[in-house]
């Protein structure tokens, strides 16, 4: 008896010990076929340089439907097709001219129109500025100070903190909701310093909402250069009565008809079994989108060529979803699970990449203490790809909606020392993306993938 | 007894967590003070854009050796001072010019002198062409098939490995022995293929050798762009009996004097033992040498700065030492270790930043088991600040001559996918630095000088 015990405990460290060495080998073989054979560089290349900016409803974001989807029918997928879903269509309009009027001098400063606001009365607006640093500030001056003014917020993001996602989310409430609470208190405009940690001239466009203030009091808003909100701040302090100036002419259009695209390999063993990976499609209208989030969608399809280069078939159901809307609305995300739901499907794992084309650290995962035990186990499988960081935390913003009750949610968490310096900026180019950490990323989003196609995910 | 025994051991244990408080409080101090106040940032902007390329024997290297010496005299060392150093002194001299003669068209390629080289004889050279890839190669070819002829080395670094220095040190042998090799063969030049993981047009410079070959066989030596040399690769299969053409007028002038800067604070409880950090002054000649090793001279500079702010007064004797003439020679860590020996000195610990100014991944350590393991032990502090890798191996080029039995020697190991883009070619420059990025190294630095002052290295 007690032989069989030894020999049971042998043979069952054994066979652990042989599946360790047989994913060290593929690890090996996913690395190894990602930075030789890689297509994601070069796709990238085609949708930042020949598709370009792909806001929402653009005709930029209808070629990157089309670009993606004729790519993914080369990958051996056994379909690709397309989700439709109506997007909201704004269209920033001419471009913006701002100045600072000190007295008799004119200081031209770089703004852009927030995604979703309403243009300047009759094309301009002068007005008085007050700079507040946070809500509190605005609402404790209160309607008598504010009304007729411009309200400028100007909280810089936090230096201070390490993940620069941290410091974003310390400073973008003044950006999202800053022209409905200063509209409650009358002002006429609002000017948000850029979620930016850098000083330099690009303003960064990105989301605001009026949430549910009536129309007629949406007030325009824009963002404006870190140097140009350093800039204003100063001049205030010597000359507080100054006007400033501000023109933009972007408006809201119907909603326009467009797509999420999917490409789908049917599970060897569990077809039931649903993992997603994907970014999205769209980007702001200022540049390519080369790291937001052109990045998370050439990667995503290249976690398909990897598998397919390495003859790999996933045991459960794989789908690579190019979402469209996440940046001024997110309605391919919510549409993706509209029809999930619908179709009563399975989905055990959702992986996204959206922060960037930078060299990959490691995932955030969303799941039960369990999952996020067992996957934190794999650990030392990732380590000698210098994959070292496993936390709990947000997945991301297109797999947010999916609910199925055992699904692990996953983000790549790239390296985001760098990600603010083009974040939804017109320097969020191809130029700015590393062939190396872009193929980095992949072979780590396909080397979790695989991981959760061998293990069972409960 | 008993009770004492338990009392004995809570207060061992409260001592240690009170100590790891301690330091986890004074870790957020240093990165805080270093990401809101530091100075490296502007350091680098002058030594970059208003001193420039500073290659030993220069105006630059000398006004470098100025700048830094001026600019330590304000942070509060107990003395400044500068280590006489006679340093080799090659110039490039005009710019160098290639084309691929191929029948009648001539193509021209970007190629830049290598370190050492001789010039072309009577300024230009033109011959058929030989491509290898390794020195087996080369000796299999033999003298028959090289008399006469330049040779071309065109293996890549490889692309599959994971850190870049790996790819580097399995390509860099063409580079530095590739003349003297060739040269035993009859050879006439040598154009070796830029250590760069990119396919761009940028020549890289660096260091070459003509090791104990008679002075009468030194042959010219230049390394092509990554571009240049697949173009060059290609062309020879259709046309083996193109003709290169290059012209150089590099040369070396006799030994110039130079300096080590040094800063020096006193330790307070063991002035006796000494810890170094440090980076290396002098940088090739095409660029500004931002990332080599401009940012490991400010984050030295950077140490001693955070020490200052935070009102820390090291226990150990601390010595930022900026070596000069590391690129070509070294001349600065050998007179460095000839001065401690000869003043009998104790060196305890050196640290060395010269593996570009990019997010920091970690250290790598020259030492002994005992002490790998006591500092390994530190990741739980570190781990905050995404420093994640401790590993043997390779500290520093500059720190390498230090021989006190009891040292612990370190290398920072920053993130190492971009470090061959930039890597002595014409783009090392200031726009190639992110000041985050900068700013995290000096404090990862900083945070381990602490550790290592606060804790006995055996």
């Given at each position: 008896m007690?032989?069989?015990?030894?020999l049971?405990?042998?043979l069952?460290n054994?066979i652990a010990v042989?599946?360790?060495?047989?994913?060290?080998?593929?690890f090996?073989e996913?690395?190894?076929s990602t930075?030789t054979?890689?297509?994601?560089y070069?796709?990238?290349?085609?949708?930042?340089?020949?598709?370009?900016?792909r806001?929402?409803g653009s005709t930029?974001a209808?070629?990157a439907?089309?670009y993606?989807?004729k790519q993914m029918?080369?990958?051996?997928?056994?379909?690709v097709y397309l989700?439709e879903?109506?997007?909201p269509?704004?269209?920033r309009g001419?471009?913006e001219?701002?100045?600072?009027?000190?007295n008799?001098?004119?200081?031209k400063?770089p703004?852009?129109a927030?995604g979703?606001s309403?243009?300047?009365?009759?094309?301009d607006l002068a007005?008085q500025v007050?700079?507040v640093?946070s809500?509190?500030e605005?609402k404790?001056?209160?309607?008598?100070k504010?009304?007729?003014?411009?309200?400028?917020?100007n909280r810089?993001?936090?230096?201070?903190?390490?993940d620069a996602?941290?410091?974003?989310?310390g400073?973008?409430?003044?950006r999202?909701?800053g022209a409905?609470?200063?509209?409650?208190l009358?002002?006429?405009?609002?000017?948000?310093?850029?979620?930016n940690?850098?000083?330099d001239d690009?303003p960064?466009?990105?989301?605001?909402?009026y949430?549910?203030i009536?129309?007629?009091k949406y007030?325009?808003?824009?963002a404006i250069?870190t140097?140009?909100?350093?800039?204003?701040?100063?001049t205030?302090?010597?000359?507080?009565?100054?006007?400033?100036?501000f023109?933009?002419?972007?408006?809201?259009?119907?909603?326009?008809?467009?797509y999420?695209?999917?490409?789908?390999i049917k599970g060897t063993?569990?077809?039931?079994n649903?993992m997603?990976?994907?970014?999205h499609?769209d980007?702001?209208d200022l540049?390519d989108?080369?790291?937001?989030?052109g990045a998370g969608?050439v990667?995503?399809?290249?976690v398909?060529?990897?598998f397919k280069?390495?003859?790999?078939?996933?045991?459960?159901?794989?789908r690579?979803?190019?979402?469209m809307?996440?940046?001024?609305g997110l309605?391919?995300?919510n549409?993706y699970?509209?029809l999930?739901?619908a179709n009563?499907?399975?989905?055990i794992?959702?992986?996204?990449s959206?922060?960037?084309?930078?060299?990959?650290?490691?995932?955030?995962?969303?799941c039960?203490?369990a999952?996020?035990d067992?996957?934190s186990k794999?650990?030392?499988?990732?380590e000698?790809?210098?994959?070292h960081?496993?936390?709990?935390g947000?997945?991301?913003?297109?797999i947010?909606?999916l609910?199925?009750?055992?699904?692990?949610?996953?983000?790549l968490k790239?390296?985001?020392?760098?990600?603010?310096?083009?974040?939804h900026?017109?320097n969020?180019k191809?130029e700015?993306i590393?062939?190396r950490?872009?193929e980095?990323?992949a072979?780590?989003m396909t080397a979790l993938?695989?991981m959760?196609d061998?293990?069972?995910?409960?």
């Amino acid at each position: 008896m007690k032989r069989n015990l030894f020999l049971s405990l042998f043979l069952v460290n054994t066979i652990a010990v042989l599946a360790q060495n047989k994913d060290q080998q593929f690890f090996k073989e996913i690395y190894n076929s990602t930075l030789t054979n890689s297509k994601c560089y070069s796709w990238l290349d085609h949708l930042s340089n020949d598709v370009g900016a792909r806001l929402s409803g653009s005709t930029g974001a209808q070629k990157a439907v089309e670009y993606t989807k004729k790519q993914m029918e080369t990958l051996g997928f056994d379909k690709v097709y397309l989700q439709e879903v109506m997007v909201p269509h704004w269209v920033r309009g001419e471009k913006e001219t701002a100045y600072i009027q000190d007295n008799k001098t004119k200081i031209k400063v770089p703004i852009c129109a927030l995604g979703g606001s309403i243009a300047t009365p009759q094309n301009d607006l002068a007005a008085q500025v007050i700079e507040v640093h946070s809500f509190n500030e605005l609402k404790s001056l209160g309607a008598d100070k504010i009304k007729g003014k411009i309200v400028f917020y100007n909280r810089p993001m936090n230096n201070a903190e390490i993940d620069a996602f941290d410091a974003y989310s310390g400073a973008v409430d003044q950006r999202y909701a800053g022209a409905q609470e200063a509209s409650n208190l009358g002002a006429v405009g609002t000017i948000v310093r850029s979620m930016n940690l850098k000083l330099d001239d690009y303003p960064h466009a990105g989301g605001q909402s009026y949430g549910d203030i009536s129309k007629d009091k949406y007030i325009p808003t824009a963002a404006i250069s870190t140097n140009g909100a350093e800039l204003l701040s100063k001049t205030l302090k010597t000359n507080p009565n100054l006007k400033f100036y501000f023109k933009q002419s972007c408006q809201t259009l119907p909603d326009a008809l467009s797509y999420n695209v999917v490409g789908e390999i049917k599970g060897t063993e569990h077809p039931e079994n649903i993992m997603v990976v994907g970014g999205h499609l769209d980007s702001w209208d200022l540049a390519d989108g080369s790291h937001d989030d052109g990045a998370g969608v050439v990667q995503s399809m290249e976690v398909m060529n990897v598998f397919k280069n390495l003859n790999y078939k996933p045991k459960n159901t794989l789908r690579v979803v190019l979402f469209m809307n996440e940046e001024n609305g997110l309605r391919g995300g919510n549409k993706y699970e509209e029809l999930a739901k619908a179709n009563n499907e399975k989905h055990i794992f959702a992986l996204e990449s959206d922060e960037g084309g930078f060299t990959p650290r490691g995932f955030s995962l969303e799941c039960d203490d369990a999952n996020f035990d067992k996957i934190s186990k794999w650990k030392p499988l990732f380590e000698p790809y210098l994959i070292h960081s496993f936390t709990k935390g947000h997945s991301g913003s297109d797999i947010g909606p999916l609910t199925s009750p055992e699904i692990v949610k996953v983000g790549l968490k790239p390296d985001s020392q760098r990600y603010f310096d083009y974040h939804h900026a017109a320097n969020d180019k191809f130029e700015a993306i590393n062939k190396r950490e872009l193929e980095l990323g992949a072979a780590t989003m396909t080397a979790l993938i695989y991981m959760i196609d061998q293990n069972d995910i409960d």
